[in-house]
């Protein structure tokens, strides 16, 4: 019974640590972006807060009306460090969408161009 | 809409930033006066990228209308519904940066950022690149994000023309460019198929795009344009390995082997590079002359000794089963 308990419980952790995406050292062959990670230690920690991050991000789409099998995807395009400049700013981030409202920009920025052209 | 509630408020900050803006021109549109003043070497007169397909944008769909204008002339065609299920978020109604980069990627493109230039953006356009570029047509404090499509310029006159929104090949001053631009901080980007690296694309940069969609999933993609980025600087260290490595992923261990024969020879610092080699010789169950390579990179400790000697003992471990497999 105990040892039955014993053995679950050792392949959870076994699972669990096979399953730490942040693991560096296995056997084999070594990743590409192993090389810009050992470049140094901030890009070293972007990488690893990129990775961490991947689930949290999705999900934070998700809450913004992605359905999860797309923001599963979406993130799995992004690189470590796109993943990290969007956790926890995904509401805050410019989002371009349209062009409606957009004469006053226009104004003062064809006021500018007179401004050069005569200059 | 935001737009409307807040007209009061952008029709005074409108007024403030012109009043603001007349006061200072040159320092608030520091590339449009250095392009005006300082006209950049063997860039053309003038451009039309008269073979990019123009796809009006449905409302707040800007991102997916300018990634499919971008992927069409890198000879991708791709639904426009299935570049909105890629890129649009329906809780902010608008697409984020990180994703208009991503989303290349997943058909097979690299994605790449440019330097915040208007001169980048001109020297892409002139070699017959579309750029996507991120406006703020807002007003402050209200920012109202829009991608276009950079298709064409005219120096003379100091203009680009945009694909944007409904309007196909509208013109506008590249000041009127720069100061709706420069609120992203000049963000541009480009999407490229992988036999062709971006004109102003830098080394490093470049490498780490073709990496970026080696790791999206993009394995046969990004292995021509790793071999397209070698075939420009044969030294990079890391489209060696991600040569190697996206052809050991493809089953293809001949390729990967051939890379990085003569790459440990013109690296011999790199324990990624000696590894790596290690372990296709060893899945190509030569691992006598895997042992060898393994203890090389074991020499040379360093940061990955850890990843080496795990190798290592693998190699071995092999050796001993087929011994004993011989012995029976």
């Given at each position: ?18 399953a730490?995406?942040f ?26 807060l990129g990775?961490m ?5 999705a999900s ?22 796109e ?27 064809l ?9 | ?26 320092m ?8 005006q ?10 451009v ?20 499919k204008m ?9 639904m ?33 950022q ?17 750029v ?10 209200v920012?109202?994000?829009h ?11 100091h203009?680009?023309v ?11 001053p ?58 420009r ?10 040569l ?7 089953g293809?261990l001949?390729?990967?082997?051939a ?70």
């Amino acid at each position: 019974m105990k040892s039955n308990l014993m053995r679950i419980v050792g392949r959870l952790l076994i699972l669990t640590m096979l399953a730490l995406p942040f693991q560096t050292v296995q056997a084999g062959m070594i990743g590409t972006d192993q090389i810009a990670a050992s470049g140094g230690a901030a890009m070293q920690r972007a990488n690893l807060l990129g990775t961490m991050s991947r689930p949290d991000v999705a999900s934070q789409l998700q809450s913004l009306g992605v359905d999860p099998a797309s923001a599963k995807a979406r993130v799995d395009a992004m690189t470590d460090a796109e993943v990290q400049s969007l956790a926890g700013k995904l509401g805050a981030l410019p989002a371009g969408a349209d062009s409606s409202g957009w004469g006053w920009a226009i104004l003062i920025a064809l006021v500018i161009w007179a401004w050069y052209s005569y200059r | 809409m935001t737009s409307c509630r807040l007209r009061d408020v952008r029709r005074l900050a409108g007024v403030l930033a012109a009043a603001v803006a007349l006061g200072g021109c040159s320092m608030m549109l520091p590339q449009t006066t250095a392009l005006q003043d300082h006209r950049p070497a063997q860039l053309p007169d003038r451009v039309a990228l008269d073979g990019v397909p123009f796809v009006p944008q449905d409302e707040n769909l800007c991102g997916p209308a300018a990634l499919k204008m971008a992927m069409a002339s890198a000879d991708t065609e791709v639904m426009l519904g299935d570049l909105k299920r890629e890129v649009f978020v329906p809780g902010r109604q608008g697409s984020l940066q990180a994703e208009m980069l991503a989303a290349p990627r997943r058909h097979g493109l690299v994605s790449y950022q440019l330097a915040p230039r208007l001169e980048d953006v001109l020297r892409e356009v002139s070699t017959g690149t579309p750029v996507i570029v991120l406006q703020d047509y807002g007003v402050w404090p209200v920012k109202v994000w829009h991608y276009a499509v950079v298709v064409g310029y005219d120096y003379p006159k100091h203009e680009v023309v945009l694909n944007s929104g409904l309007k196909q090949g509208m013109r506008m001053p590249i000041a009127v460019l720069e100061y709706l631009w420069k609120q992203s901080d000049y963000w541009a980007m480009v999407a490229v198929p992988p036999q062709r690296i971006p004109a102003t694309a830098h080394e490093a940069a470049y490498v780490d795009a073709v990496a970026a969609l080696e790791k999206a999933g993009g394995l046969k993609p990004a292995r021509i344009a790793y071999q397209t980025a070698l075939d420009r600087w044969p030294d990079d260290l890391k489209a060696t390995v991600g040569l190697a490595n996206a052809a050991y992923e493809l089953g293809d261990l001949a390729q990967a082997e051939a890379v990085l024969r003569p790459a440990v020879e013109r690296h011999p610092d790199s324990a990624i590079l000696l590894n790596n080699l290690a372990q296709v010789l060893s899945d190509l169950k030569r691992d006598p002359e895997a042992l060898k390579v393994i203890d090389r990179a074991a020499a040379l400790g360093g940061d990955f000794s850890d990843a080496v000697q795990q190798t290592r003992r693998h190699i071995v471990a092999r050796m001993q089963s087929a011994a004993t497999a011989v012995k029976n």
